[in-house]
């Protein structure tokens, strides 16, 4: 069952702006856990976009930024690539199950 | 850097028992502060964690499995295995091991393995 609830699906054209936002509760991004974020391409694992809220990994493009308030969280995408149409999950800790929580999931397409 | 290979069959029998293993290539599961966690995805549906295993051998499961989950760890191996009894067919899904190196994001995921459960 999933904690954090997320947008099923989003979607924009090339070079444009999209947001995804992720809303918990107290026991988990209200209660001050990071909340991260992971990009799926299609048949593959996730990988890792952006952790403590807003840090990239080496290698992700800054088009990808993250921002963390209160009980949620959001995902920006700036300047749209054909090559981020990708389902996108937030990740954080939750104190009542004593492990990971994550997203219910978001599909963005690029038109 | 530290790389996880899931291994395992890819059938299982409803009301049998599911098991996995996941090998660590360029690290150690003894290493400190490190979760060592089994992951799932049910075909075309999200992310649910199932557990993870502390390198003392100490774990904690998602509350949804723990009746019917064990994960365990084998330093003399360099792998972390996943036990799910009593499987039916919604325990059909592709099975990601995946570790934290320390924080709590997760930056090491194997390819992971589709398990289906059908007689």
């Known amino acids: 069952q999933s904690v954090l609830t997320q947008a099923p699906s989003v979607s924009g054209a090339p070079g444009q702006r999209v947001t995804i936002s992720c809303t918990g509760s107290?026991?988990?991004?209200?209660?001050?856990?990071?909340v991260h974020w992971y990009q799926q391409l299609p048949g593959t694992a996730p990988k890792l976009l952006i952790y403590?809220?807003?840090n990239r990994p080496s290698g992700v493009p800054d088009r990808f930024s993250g921002s963390k308030s209160g009980t949620s969280a959001s995902l920006a995408i700036t300047g749209l690539q054909a090559e981020d149409e990708a389902d996108y999950y937030c990740?954080?800790?939750?104190?009542?199950?004593?492990?990971?929580?994550f997203g219910t999931g978001t599909k963005v397409t690029v038109l | 850097q530290v790389q996880l290979q899931e291994s395992g069959p890819g059938l299982v029998k409803p009301s049998e028992t599911l098991s996995l293993t996941c090998t660590v290539s360029?690290?150690?599961?003894?290493?400190?502060?490190?979760?060592w966690s089994w992951i799932r995805q049910p075909p075309g549906r999200g992310l649910e964690w199932i557990g993870y295993?502390?390198?003392?051998?100490?774990?904690d499961y998602n509350p949804s499995f723990k009746s019917r989950v064990t994960i365990s760890v084998d330093s003399s191996k360099n792998q972390f295995s996943l036990k799910l009894n009593s499987v039916t067919a919604a325990d059909t899904a592709v099975y990601y091991c995946?570790?934290?190196?320390?924080?709590?994001?997760?930056?090491?995921w194997g390819h992971g393995t589709l398990v289906t459960v059908s007689s």
């Open positions: 995946a570790t934290n190196l320390g924080g709590w994001e997760l930056p090491v």
């Open positions: 360029g690290g150690s599961v003894s290493s400190g502060s490190y979760y």
């Open positions: 295993v502390y390198y003392s051998g100490s774990s």
């Open positions: 107290s026991s988990n991004i209200g209660a001050a856990y990071d």
């Open positions: 403590g809220n807003s």
């Open positions: 990740q954080s800790f939750d104190s009542s199950l004593s492990g990971y929580v």
